[in-house]
């Protein structure tokens, strides 16, 4: 049994812990309060924008707007891969990357080996954990998820685009986790480029006036809308941290709690033990005298 001098220190270790644990915890669901807000905000502008590209795009034929939309064959790909800068989130961070090593073993394995897959790092964890598959790799915006806003998340966009539109990629994916609520967040890798047009989603049947034109308005509304869909993928990866990082924390903060109670209890045993070792001395050293 450990002695005494240890248990207390173990125990006040624990309790320092627990605080910390505590303390992440209720910073977390600060920030989550916040990001919820803004990911719920964001999603019905970005859904409208969408519908109307849909509708939009159906009726266009415009060959410069066709590359927005069509990819005769996929030859070269990027993989945006949205990650947090820390850890102590549960499986936020390790769900994203399983899914992007997925994707470049299985998915794209054959443009792997022709060395036409790249990825772009938003965040820490991802690159840290990917850079071992030596794909050529962009860490430009690496930082942008510690200072999320829409200004950096646009300049992204930008240069997404550029390069897209300079056949660098002809497929742009973004890996990231889609925040549903506190407890839970769901993985996905969503096509960015080219714009997916929904199978069977008809165009608007209403006699629509288009001022210029139809197609200037998809020049300036089709870059809009991948940003905004872009931003919108961070907004859900910014709030599914924090509610993945409020979870993990509160269950550390309860095991601590459960580590303490073994602690304490282990403790007063070995206080008992040297108590009654003291006194089975003091009775022993009597009887020795009287004897």
């Known amino acids: 049994m450990a002695n005494l ?7 006040s270790s624990t309790i320092s812990t627990q605080q910390i644990t505590k303390a ?3 910073v977390s669901a600060t920030k989550l309060r916040k990001a919820q807000s803004a990911i719920f905000q964001m999603r019905p502008y970005a859904d409208k924008l969408n519908s ?8 266009v034929d415009d060959e410069k707007l066709a590359k927005f939309f069509k990819t005769p064959k996929v030859e070269k790909v990027l993989l945006v891969v949205v990650t947090s800068d820390r850890g102590l989130c549960g499986g936020f961070n390790a769900n994203v990357i399983k899914r992007t090593k997925i994707l470049i073993e299985n998915d794209y394995a054959e443009l792997v080996k022709k060395n036409k897959v790249e990825m772009l ?6 690159f840290e954990s990917l850079r071992k598959y030596n794909l050529p790799v962009n860490t430009t915006f690496i930082q942008t998820f510690a200072n999320l806003n829409a200004e950096s998340v646009f300049q992204i966009g930008d240069f997404i685009l550029e390069k897209y539109l300079s056949g660098e990629y002809n497929q742009v994916e973004v890996v990231y986790n889609k925040f549903k609520n506190a407890a839970t967040q769901i993985v996905s890798n969503d096509q960015m480029l ?5 199978v069977g989603k008809k165009a608007t049947t209403n006699d629509y006036l288009f001022e210029p034109n139809k197609v200037e308005i998809l020049e300036e509304l089709i870059p809009r809308a991948v940003k905004t869909q872009l931003y919108r993928s961070l907004l859900d990866s910014f709030a599914s941290e924090h509610g993945a990082r409020m979870i993990s924390m509160d269950k550390a903060t309860d095991n601590a709690g459960e580590i303490l109670k073994q602690l304490k209890l282990q403790y007063n045993r070995a206080r ?3 108590i009654t070792n003291e006194i089975s001395e ?3 050293g009597a009887a020795a005298l009287n004897g």
Do not use: C, T, Y
């Open 5 to 11: 001098k240890e248990v207390r220190s173990r125990i």
């Open 24 to 26: 992440m915890k209720l």
């Open 52 to 59: 109307i590209l849909q509708n939009l795009a159906d009726s």
């Open 121 to 126: 790092f938003v965040g820490k964890k991802g």
């Open 194 to 198: 080219p714009v997916s047009i929904s």
């Open 272 to 274: 008992q033990a040297a």
């Open 282 to 284: 003091i009775v022993g």
